[in-house]
């Protein structure tokens, strides 16, 4: 029989009346004694209709049989009271958590059953096809009979139902945090108990049609497992809710807000960091659990084991799936609603990556699911910090040109602005191999909204560079696009703006300043942000090639423009030389006009001279008629004196020329 473990004051105290209905049920109480005493006088009295006297030896073997039956009953007392008591002494057990004694009590119901109900239905069924002599007898013997049976059945059915308790308790026992050795007592338990189910249902198989026990096994076998994974989760929702969750960084930034913002940034970072941790460690002892336990309970022997051993691996596989599905629509959540700076995103990228890489040991392995989460929201915090920037250029703008005030507009040029390039554009090789950043055009210093706008695009390349993730290329560049494409029209419509007639103020200025952003935001601010943007991306060799090609095309655009403006100076120069040349035909023109009025002047005072000396010649030979005597007499004199003279002068020469004899 069985030890007493655990007995309580209320069970000892109801031992009397559970004995004596088991007098009354095994029918040894005297008052049937009184009443076949009765019928005996009854019968002496002569009553009619009464059944024949019984002689007093007979009365008295009866009643000696009953004391009989009686004393035996009270030798077995303890025993029946251990009996009665198993039920209560089970629940003990179950709150005691004495699981091994909990099982020896259900299986020992087991054995109850089959010796006194399986072995009383079986005999009395055989009893009925045998001879029906005696049958007075018989039938009260099968009263008493049954009567036991009933007090055996009552008890297993007690049993039965602490059965259902104790695997409560297990179930429940798993929901907590439970060591390796710890989960294994109890499936242990639950297989002994699954085990003492299968026994009873191997007892009935004789009474009943014929069972797949082999089949109610496999399925107890994945109940089992289904119960294990459907406990376990309940452990892991409830330490993930308390770590991990919105609600706990909610809680841990108001709490946090008292000493100022970073600190309950940093309290959310911390839980979020935290949650997943746990998330990871719980997640992966659950696995080894389940691997550890039930990967083993299988021989790939025959061919339903190995059914069953696939059977388990997909249930496991399909709760792996499940719990990291929540996983990211938890991550998702909490990264969009708490996670504002790049630094923290990055943690919790570390973080989420080593987690997928502890369960690819385990064939679990979702890092490419990370990026979709992951990627943008980083865009969304890089086009935050370049959109605030754009905004606060365009109410600059907006604040300067309705007050009519362009002195916001103007900043002071520094002396590094006269450089040849002014800090932009300035890709050259040694310079981009040592820095790894393009010089900021320190000329946008004469533009302090231009300047600001720039500051807050690098100030989200810098955060760019803290959470660098491949996949975000194409958006980043497009969202760079998006936000030099705004911030151009954001100037023309300035620039429209204070191009509009009446406008107040230092109109002039505002018109000017206008003007010079939106060139300066052409040609030195939009090549700069795309050679940053490339450098930030790590595309070095990229930004070089880009550098060089809009050098070359700069080179080209110069090269035109030398050009065309050498073909103006030369078409200017034909047009100097037409002029010139028209100028020195025209003053030849006139030149050879004046020669010729002089020529012509100088002819008609010559033929003027020669009628004049023609008339003179007139005159002269009219007055050389009346004198010509005189004259030629004159003449004749004149003559006549230098030949009387010439030959005295020749014969001295004579003299001097021949001598003298």
């Not at 100037?491 to 007639?501: D, G, K, M, S, W």
């Not at 002269?620 to 003559?639: M, W, Y």
Request: proline share 3%; hydrophobic share 40%.
């Amino acid at each position: 029989m069985f030890d007493i473990l655990v007995i309580r004051a209320g069970v000892l105290h109801s031992s009397t009346v559970k004995f004596l209905l088991l007098l009354q049920a095994l029918g040894a109480i005297s008052v049937k004694s009184r009443g076949g005493e009765q019928q005996a006088a009854n019968a002496r009295r002569g009553g009619g209709g009464c059944e024949p006297i019984q002689p007093a030896s007979a009365l008295l073997a009866d009643l000696a049989e009953k004391h009989r039956l009686r004393r035996r009953t009270l030798m077995q007392h303890s025993s029946l009271l251990e009996l009665l008591e198993l039920p209560s002494l089970m629940d003990a057990c179950v709150r005691s958590s004495l699981y091994e004694d909990a099982l020896s009590i259900a299986g020992f119901a087991n054995t109850l059953e089959r010796r006194h109900l399986m072995e009383g239905s079986s005999t009395s069924s055989s009893g009925q096809q045998s001879d029906k002599k005696g049958d007075a007898k018989k039938q009260n013997d099968d009263s008493q009979q049954n009567k036991k049976g009933d007090v055996v059945a009552g008890v297993v059915s007690e049993i039965r139902r602490r059965e259902v308790d104790l695997r409560r308790m297990l179930i429940h026992r798993l929901r907590q945090d439970v060591t390796m050795p710890q989960c294994l007592e109890v499936v242990t338990a639950l297989r002994r108990l699954n085990g003492v189910e299968l026994e009873r249902r191997n007892n009935s198989k004789s009474s009943s049609a014929d069972h797949d026990l082999e089949g109610v096994h496999a399925a107890m076998e994945m109940r089992l497992q289904v119960d294990f994974l459907e406990a376990r989760d309940c452990w892991i929702e409830g330490g993930v809710t308390k770590i991990g969750s919105a609600q706990a960084a909610a809680v841990a930034a108001s709490s946090g807000g008292d000493k100022g913002g970073s600190s309950g940034t940093s309290a959310q970072a911390e839980q979020i960091l935290d949650g997943i941790e746990r998330y990871r460690t719980r997640c992966f002892e659950i696995v080894t659990q389940f691997l550890a336990i039930f990967r083993g309970s299988f021989a790939p022997s025959t061919s339903s084991s190995s059914n069953n051993h696939d059977h388990s691996f997909s249930l496991l596989s399909m709760w792996t799936a499940r719990r990291i599905q929540t996983f990211l629509t938890t991550l998702r959540s909490n990264i969009v609603t708490h996670v504002n700076d790049t630094a923290t995103l990055r943690d919790a990228l570390d973080a989420a990556s080593f987690f997928a890489s502890s369960m690819g040991r385990v064939g679990a392995d979702f890092q490419p699911m990370l990026a979709p989460i992951f990627e943008p929201r980083l865009t969304d915090m890089i086009m935050g910090h370049w959109n605030d920037g754009l905004n606060g250029m365009m109410d600059t703008l907006k604040a300067c040109r309705d007050a009519g005030v362009a002195g916001p507009l103007f900043g002071t040029e520094t002396s590094s602005s006269k450089d040849g390039n002014g800090g932009s554009g300035n890709f050259d090789g040694v310079e981009m191999q040592s820095s790894r950043t393009p010089a900021p055009p320190r000329k946008l210093l004469a533009l302090p909204p231009l300047a600001r706008f720039l500051n807050a695009y690098l100030g989200g390349l810098n955060e760019l560079r803290r959470c660098l993730l491949p996949g975000a290329f194409p958006a980043i560049r497009s969202a760079q696009s998006k936000l030099i494409a705004d911030a151009k029209m954001a100037l023309q419509a300035n620039e429209r703006a204070v191009l509009t007639p009446g406008l107040r103020g230092e109109a002039a200025r505002l018109r000017e300043v206008a003007s010079k952003m939106k060139s300066e935001f052409y040609d030195c601010l939009e090549p700069y942000m795309t050679g940053c943007l490339e450098v930030a991306l790590g595309s070095v060799d990229y930004a070089m090639e880009e550098a060089k090609a809009a050098a070359l095309a700069a080179e080209k655009t110069r090269v035109a423009a030398e050009k065309v403006k050498a073909e103006e100076e030369a078409l200017e120069k034909a047009k100097a030389d037409a002029l010139k040349k028209a100028k020195e035909e025209a003053e030849a023109l006139e030149t050879a006009a004046i020669e010729k009025a002089k020529a012509e002047a100088l002819e008609k005072e010559v033929a003027e001279r020669i009628g004049e000396d023609a008339v003179q010649e007139e005159t002269k030979a009219d007055l050389s008629s009346t004198g010509a005597d005189d004259v030629s007499q004159s003449a004749a004199d004149k003559s006549t004196e230098p030949q009387q003279a010439e030959p005295d002068h020749f014969d001295d020469d004579s003299d001097d020329m021949y001598g003298s004899d």
